[in-house]
Every structure is written in C-alpha cells, then in structure tokens.
C-alpha cells in the first residue's frame, strides 16, 4: 500500500513539472531566426550592348553551270574551288557537229542568196518587157511571186546561220561573274544534255552577306539602321565565327525581306561583309552582334540576385527587416548584371547574396552593398 502511494505521488509530481514547463514555454514563445543578407538598391544605368542573333552566310549571288547544247565534255579548264574572273573559260564540249552545222547553214545561206539574185533578175527583166506590153501578166506576178519566196527562203538561211552559230557558241561555257567555283559534278567525256546535267556551280565571294531573322516588334529600328550612312568603321554590325574570332570587318544592312513569317514571327534581314580574304564561305554559320545603345536608362540588378522556379524569375525584395518574394521579367543579360523589364521600381531593395536561406516573410540583417 506505501509503495502504491509513493508512484502515485510521483506521477502526480511529473504531471506537475509538464505543466509548469508547457505554460512557461506558451508565455515565451521562440523568436524566428534572423538571417543575414547583404543588399543593394535598384537605380537606373545608362547601357550599351550588343544584341545576337544566329546568321548564316550566303553568296550575293550564285548560279548553278548547266549546258545549253547537248555533247560530250573536252576540255576542262579550271581548277576545283579555284577562283574564277568574268568570262573566264570553264568547259568545252565537242565543237565537231556544231561546226559542221555552220558549214552546212553557210553554204544553204549561199544558194539561197543566188537564188535570189536570179529571181530579181527575173522580175527586173519581166517588168521591162510589161511596160511594152511584151509579156503575159501572169508571169509577171508569178516572178514577183518567185522574187518574194526566194527572199524568205534567204531570210531563213540567215536565221539558220545564227541558230547553228549560237549553238556553236553555247558549247564553249564561260563564268558569267568572278567568283569562287566548286568541285566539278562532270570528268572530260561525259555525255551531258540541256535541263538534265548540272555541270557546277560558281558563287560570288566578295562580298558576303550574312542573313538571320529579326522580332517584327525590332523592324522599325533596323529600318532606321539600314538608313544610316555606310561607314567601315561604324562598329553596329558585326560577326563572330564559328571558331569564337570576332571578324575585323564590320558590316551594313542592305534589306529586310518583303514580309513577315506568319508562323514565327520574324523577317529575314541581310547584312553585308567585306570579304578580301576569302575568310567568309557561303554555308557557314556565325553569330550576329548588333550594337543595341539605349538612350533610355535601364533597371540593372546583379544577375545572382535572380532565381528561377519552373520557368519563372523572382527576387527578394528587403521591406522592414523581412523579405517578399517579387516576380520579375529579366531582360538581357550584360556579364554580371541584367536588366529588368518588369517587376521592380527604383529604389526597391533587392537580396544579392544568401537568397538561397529565405522564404517569403524570412526575417533578416541586411547590410547594403553598393
């Protein structure tokens, strides 16, 4: 029975302990913890960047090489990717039957031509005796008749000639600009046709453009660009290689396409590049940088300051010693900075680093770094 009474008197003392802690504990209650931040204001700076977009490069103009007369390849008289001048021989076909042709189209303009010369000495000779009413009228007309055909007939001896001529002609192929030429599709030999044989193909190498696709909301500030006065050493467009090299030579626009690409948003725009060292080949891409000085100054903010959530940008912002977590839209980024289209104010208070411990409603230390 003593030893009943004594757990009883324990358990009602442990219940008295419990109790006397919890209401201590309810009237003093944890104060959260404070984190230290470190800060900076939001102010408006004047930038100056370059804005990139992917180009490729492409020959001012290019023609594919095809044959104008059938026959079979005999000379060819360039090397493959050699550079080409205007009028500069490239292929020869077989001359053989085209020359034949203008043997055969000569000596026909010939006979035609005697004959005509025989039918006005008829004609001639058959008026003279009409004004002495000598001669039958009939065969007055039908001389005039036989003047008239063998006038055509010569006529189309001549068109002959041409024809078998320029058929002659086309069997010699020349490069119709100076440009840079490729590897030959045809070897001496081959038997080739119009339409149906592509012989190679000649591109112009100096100089070069480079076309990408620009926002239609930005056509009114390339068209103001394509205005401006051609200078060499206006540095607005430029180029960076595949290899990382920036190009020395800087570049103008020369056209906007004629519309917009419904499906995307975007037109084609075109800008030119000087090229005397054949650096540049049509086909390769590269990154266009295009000079963007904003007259207007721009919301800049430290790029760590920013924080991403499934597709969506945040800051925090410091309001009395606690932060909010506040939406923003991020602009272009410049090295360690990037401006802010929306979401922010100047003068807002903006958590640079230890953003990584906070919530929304965090109290924090904040120590200013400007």
Same mark, same amino acid.
């Given at each position: 029975?003593?030893?009943?009474?004594?757990?009883?008197?324990?358990? @009602?003392?442990?219940?008295?302990?419990?109790?006397?802690?919890?209401?201590?504990?309810?009237?003093?209650?944890?104060?959260?913890?404070?984190?230290?931040?470190?800060?900076?204001?939001?102010?408006?700076?004047?930038?100056?960047?370059?804005?990139?977009?992917?180009?490729?490069?492409?020959?001012?103009?290019? *023609?594919?090489?095809?044959?104008?007369?059938?026959?079979?390849?005999?000379?060819?008289? &360039?090397?493959?990717?050699?550079?080409?001048?205007?009028?500069?021989?490239?292929?020869?076909? !077989?001359?053989? =039957?085209?020359?034949?042709?203008?043997?055969? @189209?000569?000596? %026909?303009?010939?006979?035609?031509?005697?004959?005509?010369?025989?039918? $006005?000495?008829?004609?001639?000779?058959?008026?003279?005796?009409?004004?002495?009413?000598?001669?039958?009228?009939?065969?007055?007309?039908?001389?005039?008749?036989?003047?008239?055909?063998?006038?055509?007939?010569? @006529?189309?001896? #001549?068109?002959? /000639?041409?024809?078998? =001529?320029?058929?002659?002609?086309?069997?010699? /192929?020349?490069?119709? &600009?100076?440009?840079?030429?490729?590897?030959?599709?045809?070897?001496?030999?081959?038997?080739?046709?119009?339409?149906?044989?592509?012989?190679?193909?000649?591109?112009? !190498?100096?100089?070069?453009?480079?076309?990408?696709?620009?926002? +239609?909301? +930005?056509?009114?500030?390339?068209?103001?660009?394509?205005?401006?006065?051609?200078?060499?050493?206006d540095s607005t467009f430029m180029i960076r290689l595949p290899n990382g090299k920036l190009y020395p030579f800087n570049g103008h626009v020369t056209l906007l396409d004629r519309a917009v690409d419904p $499906?995307?948003?975007?037109?084609?725009?075109?800008?030119?590049?000087?090229?005397?060292? %054949? +650096?540049? #080949?049509?086909?390769?891409?590269?990154?266009?940088?295009?000079?963007?000085?904003?007259?207007?100054? $721009?919301?800049?903010?430290?790029?760590?300051?920013?924080?991403? $959530?499934?597709?969506?940008? &945040?800051?925090?912002? *410091?309001?009395?010693?606690?932060?909010?977590?506040? #939406?923003?839209?991020?602009?272009?980024?410049?090295g360690d900075e990037v401006i802010v289209s929306q979401g922010l104010h100047v003068g807002d208070i903006v *958590?640079?680093?230890?953003?990584? #411990?906070?919530?929304?409603?965090?109290?924090?230390?904040?120590?200013?770094?400007?």
């Amino acid at each position: 029975m003593k030893k009943y009474f004594g757990i009883v008197i324990m358990v @009602a003392a442990g219940s008295f302990i419990w109790i006397s802690c919890s209401s201590h504990a309810s009237t003093n209650p944890q104060q959260p913890a404070v984190i230290p931040v470190t800060s900076v204001s939001v102010k408006l700076k004047k930038t100056g960047y370059y804005d990139e977009y992917p180009g490729t490069m492409t020959a001012l103009n290019q *023609v594919n090489i095809t044959p104008e007369v059938s026959g079979y390849i005999t000379g060819i008289h &360039f090397r493959d990717g050699q550079r080409v001048t205007k009028g500069q021989l490239l292929y020869t076909l !077989d001359q053989q =039957q085209y020359q034949a042709n203008v043997l055969q @189209a000569s000596a %026909n303009y010939r006979v035609a031509l005697a004959n005509q010369q025989m039918a $006005q000495q008829d004609a001639d000779r058959y008026l003279f005796l009409q004004k002495n009413d000598a001669i039958a009228t009939q065969l007055v007309d039908h001389s005039l008749t036989g003047l008239q055909t063998a006038k055509m007939q010569l @006529a189309a001896a #001549k068109a002959a /000639i041409q024809n078998v =001529q320029t058929s002659l002609k086309y069997s010699t /192929i020349y490069a119709p &600009f100076t440009g840079t030429i490729g590897i030959s599709l045809v070897k001496p030999g081959t038997a080739v046709s119009p339409g149906a044989t592509l012989l190679n193909t000649i591109s112009s !190498d100096n100089p070069v453009a480079v076309d990408f696709n620009v926002d +239609e909301k +930005e056509i009114s500030r390339f068209e103001q660009l394509q205005q401006q006065p051609i200078s060499k050493t206006d540095s607005t467009f430029m180029i960076r290689l595949p290899n990382g090299k920036l190009y020395p030579f800087n570049g103008h626009v020369t056209l906007l396409d004629r519309a917009v690409d419904p $499906q995307t948003g975007t037109i084609k725009t075109r800008i030119v590049f000087d090229n005397p060292s %054949n +650096e540049l #080949k049509a086909g390769m891409s590269c990154t266009v940088r295009v000079q963007n000085n904003s007259k207007d100054p $721009q919301l800049l903010i430290p790029y760590k300051a920013v924080t991403e $959530q499934l597709g969506e940008y &945040f800051v925090f912002l *410091v309001n009395n010693n606690t932060v909010r977590q506040q #939406k923003i839209i991020p602009g272009r980024v410049l090295g360690d900075e990037v401006i802010v289209s929306q979401g922010l104010h100047v003068g807002d208070i903006v *958590v640079t680093e230890g953003t990584g #411990k906070l919530n929304n409603g965090s109290a924090v230390s904040s120590t200013s770094k400007e």
